[in-house]
């Protein structure tokens, strides 16, 4: 990505919502990075936060979310969760299920703009989930072996699909059920439908894998666990 004066800069992933878009990236000028809020509807490219903010996400109401490190050190970082009105910028409050939220649960914060979802240590091991902003979330699932949950984790609705030491699992986080999808499997997923992507078995450049569409509606009930 580059800045209005051509530089190029790093930057976080986008986040859409009801028309608009947000993302995170550095600045030329110097160290920290700005929270960005464009307008579909007009292209109209917002600044609504400088400071040390990044993976900020969109929520309903016209509020976008971020996560801050307020620490002067960068060896050990505090981090917090803010908001602000998208379109004005202005700083508003955060609803009381994500309040007090800090340190790195909030690095892996995901919300479908009902509820929401984080990881939290010991190393990210145990996944929460919460189907409304303003309600405590709870565990909903335990790696086993003190394995981690890695940054794949996709939210939307009652399912969450995440990876867990090279495999792949589809969670129904309100029945608190979820099976193996496979080892090392990639999806996208949003209110709709899951989007799957096989892993390739042959070691080459550019492999061409298979990908399967699951419209959320056709998807059988996830058994109990055994």
């Known amino acids: 990505m580059r800045t209005r004066n051509g530089d190029w800069v790093s930057a976080s992933s986008p986040a859409a919502r009801n028309g608009y878009v947000t993302w995170s990236q550095s600045t030329s000028a110097g160290p920290g990075t700005e929270v960005h809020v464009v307008d ?3 292209g109209r490219d917002s600044i609504v936060h400088r400071g040390s903010a990044s993976e900020p996400f969109l929520l309903p109401g016209h509020v976008v979310a971020w996560t801050e490190n307020v620490s002067s050190s960068s060896k050990t970082p505090t ?3 803010r908001a602000a009105n998208a379109v004005t910028g202005k700083r508003v409050a955060l609803a009381t299920g994500v309040r007090n939220l800090r340190g790195d649960a909030i690095v892996t914060l995901l919300s479908d703009g009902a509820g929401y979802l984080y990881t939290a240590r010991p190393m990210w091991g145990s996944l929460w989930w919460s189907p409304s902003l303003n309600l405590s979330a709870r565990r ?3 790696a086993a072996h003190n394995n ?6 996709q939210f939307a ?5 995440f990876s867990n030491w090279g495999s792949g699992f589809l969670a129904d986080v309100a029945s608190g059920r979820y099976l193996r999808l496979s080892a090392s499997v990639n999806a996208v997923l949003n209110d709709e439908a899951i ?16 990908v ?3 419209p959320l509606g056709s998807l059988l009930p996830i058994p109990a666990c055994r």
């Open 148 to 153: 981690w949950i890695d940054n794949s984790l």
């Open 140 to 142: 909903v699932f335990t």
């Open 79 to 81: 981090y917090v969760l």
């Open 40 to 42: 579909l509807s007009t």
């Open 212 to 214: 399967a569409f699951l």
């Open 157 to 161: 609705g009652r399912y969450v699909f």
């Open 195 to 210: 989007v799957l992507k096989a892993p390739n078995r042959l070691k080459k450049l550019n492999p061409v894998s298979d």
